[in-house]
């Protein structure tokens, strides 16, 4: 894993253990096309014939600013692994709408089952071009009980969970278009419930306590 900037005019990969790698600086305006074959690598294929390596397959996920790198650059990406996704950003609405039900239904059972109705959890849909996902907070009362919160989002917003509903894997510039992998915890109502119990309400209920609950 690596520390990444999206500066200005320039992508700046610095990693954390610099005895065995380089700090990597990219200008946006010198990429020709993104690829990720797999494994820990992704290449950069420079104008000049030139290939840079980037030893975080994280860049490509979650860092909302490498989706806005390639849509203002007109940069091509493509996820080289096989069976990869290639579901339209219209698909992947569906399912995230379909998705968020699924979660407001589960979680909101679970939660008025211990506190009671008062309590809420709700759910908005964040679609970047990096991925889709449903960001989760806590209210009472209809007021956000940000005390409540555990995590943040890949945009630094503060936050009970944030569900991923499906993640970029292709990008073509002359279009505007990405191609997406829908991933099944987002339409698969026991993986949806199961990533839930596991991931996002075992924590909360052990963290959060209310003397009026």
């Known amino acids: 894993m690596s520390h990444i900037h999206f500066e200005e005019d320039r992508l700046v990969v610095e990693p954390l253990f610099s005895i065995f790698h380089k700090k990597i600086k990219i200008k946006y305006e010198d990429i020709d096309k993104i690829e990720f074959p797999g494994g820990t690598d992704v290449l950069f294929y420079l104008k000049n014939g030139k290939i840079k390596k980037v030893p975080d397959p994280g860049i490509c996920t979650f860092y909302t600013g490498f989706g806005e790198m390639l849509k203002k650059y007109r940069i091509p990406y493509r996820e080289m692994l096989i069976d990869t996704g290639h579901e339209s950003i219209e698909t992947v609405r569906d399912a995230a709408e379909k998705c968020r039900e699924m979660i407001l239904a589960y979680t909101n059972l679970r939660l008025h089952e211990k506190y009671g109705p008062e309590y809420e959890f709700e759910a908005k849909i964040v679609e970047r071009i990096v991925g889709t996902t449903v960001e989760i907070r806590f209210f ?12 943040d989002s890949i945009d630094g917003e503060s936050l009970v969970y944030e569900f991923d509903v499906a993640y970029l894997c292709g990008w073509d510039p002359e279009f505007e278009r990405g191609e997406y992998f829908i991933c099944e915890e987002a339409v698969s109502k026991a993986a949806c419930e199961q990533d839930l119990d596991e991931c996002m309400l075992k924590e909360f209920f052990e963290n959060y306590y209310d003397e009026e609950a």
């Open 140 to 151: 009472k009362n209809g007021v956000y009980q940000e005390d409540a919160d555990l995590d």
